[in-house]
């Protein structure tokens, strides 16, 4: 049973990590098309520099996390299974529900903040408001579509870490 969870885990954690990897990545793309976007005299393409470098930060802040933080985390995972395999996992199964219940929340603010941007871009003069308008709305797309993978490979792990709780409780 440990060895199915720690293979079910180290899984999710290669997931995550592999998603830190893209997220960087897309972050080191985004470095020429904010420096052509600063260099630009467009006023709309220059709206778009503080939501895209904000989206940069994101990828390169968030992604680092993953990189950095989901290496280590299963050796912490590993000591507290090993004194009650059965009690470490429900409290597993009891974090990702709350993280769950967050990219939920998250990912119904990210749609509404897409419309909203989209909806305030028709409406605005051109200028350098559309292109922030325009802007913030590509950010929102591109932080929905983060959290809607990490949300989905969250629901594949806690679907597991469940199955195992209820092979051990019959």
Same mark, same amino acid.
């Given at each position: ?9 180290y899984?999710? +954690? @290669? ?23 600063? @260099?630009?005299?467009?006023?709309? &393409? ?5 939501? &895209? ?7 390169i ?22 004194? $009650?395999?059965?009690?470490? =996992? ?10 769950h +219940? ?14 909203? $941007? &989209?909806? %305030? ?10 292109? =922030?308008? %325009? ?7 591109? =932080? ?5 993978? =990490? ?8 679907? $597991?870490?469940? %199955? ?7």
């Open positions: 049973m440990r060895n199915d969870f720690f293979q079910d885990y899984v999710w +954690t @290669k997931g995550e990590i592999e998603q830190g990897k893209w997220m960087v990545t897309a972050a080191v793309f985004l470095v020429p098309v904010l420096i052509l976007l600063v @260099k630009d005299s467009n006023v709309i &393409l220059r709206g778009m520099t503080l939501p &895209l470098f904000l989206l940069f930060a994101v990828n802040g968030y992604g680092g996390y993953l990189l950095m933080n989901r290496n280590q985390q299963g050796q912490k995972v590993e000591m507290n299974i090993k004194p $009650s395999a059965d009690e470490s =996992l429900k409290n597993e199964s009891q974090k990702l529900k709350k993280d +219940t967050v990219f939920l929340v998250l990912k119904k603010i990210w749609v509404i903040l897409i419309i909203t $941007s &989209l909806i %305030l871009y028709l409406v605005m003069p051109d200028g350098y408001y559309k292109g =922030l308008t %325009l802007g913030f709305a590509i950010m929102f797309v591109g =932080l929905l579509t983060v959290d809607t993978l =990490l949300h989905h490979r969250l629901m594949q792990y806690l679907e $597991s870490i469940d %199955l195992k709780i209820e092979s051990i409780s019959k």
